[in-house]
């Protein structure tokens, strides 16, 4: 945009961050208020059939409370056996990724480490512990890094004014 129009920018405020972060600050500042959010782009508030809807559900499951994300969604993704091919792709399991605007799939990978050691439970549970995580030598080493990476601010990765990054950088 910058070299199509003089004086005009456009930043992504969480630029610097990824969604595990994300999911992190979103619980950690705003406690009850992410159960009110949606993002669905075929239907409000969730579908709870789309990439993008099982993703934030496992992420909402991962950092807030599992049960009120069930609720919130109006089901249980990780049971769903229609949506299994979905979880393979989101979890980095095919050779392609999902079109939708979502995290790595090693950020999935993460939050259903976490749900994984919650005791959650379900097909795509099954799948993540089959196809991934029986495969690692060292899963909590793996899994510690992961959170290192995808916890971090990035502070150098974004076109933020100084005058923005200085007072978005203390709120992450």
Do not use: R
């Given at each position: 945009m910058q070299h199509t129009f003089k004086g005009i920018n456009c930043v992504g405020i969480t630029k610097p961050i990824y969604d595990v972060k994300v999911f992190?600050?979103?619980?950690?500042?705003?406690?009850?208020?992410?159960?009110?959010?949606?993002?669905?782009?075929?239907?409000?508030?969730?579908?709870?059939?789309?990439?993008?809807?099982?993703?934030?559900?496992?992420?909402?499951?991962?950092?807030?409370?599992?049960?009120?994300?069930?609720?919130?969604?109006?089901?249980?993704?990780?049971?769903?056996e229609s949506l299994l091919l979905y979880w393979e792709e989101l979890l980095g399991l095919k050779d392609y990724l999902t079109w939708e605007?979502?995290?790595?799939?090693?950020?999935?990978?993460?939050?259903?480490?976490?749900l994984y050691n919650q005791g959650v439970t379900g097909c795509a549970i099954d799948l993540f512990h089959e196809k991934i995580l029986i495969n690692l030598q060292d899963s909590k080493a793996y899994f510690?890094?992961?959170?290192?990476?995808?916890?971090?601010?990035?502070?150098?990765?974004?076109?933020?004014?100084?005058?923005?990054?200085n007072k978005v950088e203390k709120i992450f």
């Open positions: 992190k600050l979103l619980f950690y500042l705003c406690g009850e208020l992410p159960y009110l959010t949606n993002s669905c782009n075929f239907e409000k508030p969730w579908c709870g059939k789309c990439t993008k809807c099982i993703y934030v559900f496992a992420g909402f499951a991962a950092f807030g409370d599992y049960k009120k994300s069930v609720d919130m969604f109006g089901s249980d993704s990780f049971k769903d605007c979502i995290g790595h799939p090693e950020e999935l990978q993460l939050y259903f480490y976490k510690q890094q992961l959170e290192l990476k995808y916890s971090k601010v990035y502070s150098d990765h974004h076109l933020m004014p100084n005058w923005l990054w």
